[in-house]
T-cell receptor, first 108, second 114 residues
C-alpha cells in the first residue's frame, strides 16, 4: 500500500538555524515526489518536486531511493518559512497521497 | 485565470442536513480530487476523478458522493451531515501528462456540523 511518513508533527527551530523536514515513503514503482506548503490561512501550493532538482525559497530535497526518503532541507531558516509542510508521492493515475504534515515554527 | 474555485468558503450545518460543496477549475485538467484536512491527520483523500464520467473512492469515502459530468466541475455531496464531518475540505486538480502532475488547490471550505 502507498504510505507516506512524516515523523515530526511539529518542528521548532531558531531563525538562521538549519532545517530538515523528514519524509519517508513506501510506494510501488517509481513515484514522483512533491513537497507542498500551506502558509497560514492560505491554500496549499507546490513548493518543489524531485524531478525538477531545483531550489525554491532556499529549500532543496533529494530523493534517496535506497532509503525511500525525500527529506526537505534549508540551510538557514527564516521566519517566513513558518508553515505546514506536506510530503506527497504520486504514481500512475492515482491522486497525490499526503503525509500527515509537519508544522515548522521558526523562532526569532 | 481563476484556477480552482471552491464555494462556499464557510458553512455550518445541522446534523442530518445535506449539502453540496462546489469545485470548478478552468485549466482543462483531467484529474480532480477532494481531500479533507483534520488536525494531526493531514490531508485524506475522499474521492477522485480521472476524467469526465469517471470517479473512484479514496481513503475516506463514506458519507460523501461525487459526480463528474463535465471536465470543469467536481461537486462533493454530503448526504446526511454528521459532526465527524466537521473539517476543512480542499478540492484539487491536476493535468495528466504520463501520470499525475502538480496539483492545484482551491482555497478550502471550512465546514462545521453541529
Amino acid at each position: 500500500a502507498q504510505r507516506v511518513t512524516q515523523p515530526e508533527k511539529l518542528l521548532s527551530v531558531f531563525k538562521g538555524a538549519p532545517v530538515e523536514l523528514k519524509c519517508n515513503y513506501s510506494y510501488s514503482g517509481s513515484p514522483e515526489l512533491f513537497w507542498y506548503v500551506q502558509y497560514s490561512r492560505q491554500r496549499l501550493q507546490l513548493l518543489l518536486r524531485h524531478i525538477s532538482r531545483e531550489s525554491i525559497k532556499g529549500f532543496t530535497a533529494d530523493l534517496n531511493k535506497g532509503e525511500t526518503s525525500f527529506h526537505l532541507k534549508k540551510p538557514f531558516a527564516q521566519e517566513e518559512d513558518s508553515a505546514m509542510y506536506y510530503c506527497a508521492p504520486s504514481g500512475g493515475n492515482t491522486p497525490l497521497v499526503f503525509g500527515k504534515g509537519t508544522r515548522l515554527s521558526v523562532i526569532a | 485565470n481563476a484556477g480552482v474555485t471552491q464555494t462556499p468558503k464557510f458553512q455550518v450545518l445541522k446534523t442530518g442536513q445535506s449539502m453540496t460543496l462546489q469545485c470548478a477549475q478552468d485549466m482543462n485538467h483531467e484529474y480532480m480530487s477532494w481531500y479533507r484536512q483534520d488536525p494531526g491527520m493531514g490531508l485524506r483523500l475522499i474521492h477522485y476523478s480521472v476524467g469526465a464520467g469517471i470517479t473512484d473512492q479514496g481513503e475516506v469515502p463514506n458519507g460523501y458522493n461525487v459526480s463528474r459530468s463535465t471536465t470543469e466541475d467536481f461537486p462533493l455531496r454530503l448526504l446526511s451531515a454528521a459532526p465527524s464531518q466537521t473539517s476543512v475540505y480542499f478540492c484539487a486538480s491536476s493535468k495528466r501528462q504520463g501520470g499525475v502532475t502538480e496539483a492545484f488547490f482551491g482555497q478550502g471550505t471550512r465546514l462545521t456540523v453541529v
